[in-house]
């Protein structure tokens, strides 16, 4: 996972990926890297900067990632960003089964 950490923080620098949709996608998958190689603060951080990227962004990968996030940072509800994130990542799933 290390790998493939560092191939989505590189593709990430060399495209930009200046469109919102791909650059959430790669935010999600860096966020569940994070957790998986147990980097709590990173994970926040990645995860944070998904949802920024991520509002308003209609896609399956897009809901797919807020989902595992939503589920996955309830095990952290300790931690007030976690908390925070979870509740964010709730509020953009509650709007994406809303859109047209």
Known sequence: TAGA??????????HGLNRRRSRAAVLGN?????????????ALATRE???????GVQS????????????????YQDLPAARELSQRAGVL??????AP
């Open 93 to 98: 799933l509650a709007a994406s089964s809303t």
């Open 60 to 75: 399956v990968k897009i809901r797919a990632a807020a989902e595992d996030m939503h589920v996955r940072l309830a095990r």
């Open 49 to 55: 900067e998904f949802l920024d990227c991520a509002g």
């Open 30 to 42: 860096l966020g569940e890297i994070h957790l998986q190689e147990g980097d709590v603060d990173g």
């Open 5 to 14: 950490r560092v191939q989505l923080h590189a593709a990430m620098e060399i």
